[in-house]
């Protein structure tokens, strides 16, 4: 996707048409959808330090300043 726009993303939490649209937290899901990954490669890159993310329980939380970051979208 573009740098700036994110060509209607659809996800079932909705659809991001930028980086505006994305909350502020996303999850494993969005995350995936928005870097092209699958699923289990994001939960990975987080477990592993690659993509900065907090785990809370079970569950991923992935901070979208920090995303966007790390893979040249800011």
Do not use: H
């Amino acid at each position: 996707f573009a740098k700036t726009e994110l060509g209607g993303i659809n996800l079932r939490k909705g659809a991001f048409l930028t980086w505006n649209d994305v909350p502020a937290l996303i999850d494993l899901e969005q995350a995936s959808v928005l870097l092209g990954l699958s699923i289990e490669s994001v939960r990975r890159y987080c477990v592993l330090g690659d993509i900065p993310a907090v785990q809370i329980g079970k569950q991923w939380r992935i901070d979208k300043q920090k995303l966007m970051k790390q893979f040249g979208y800011s």
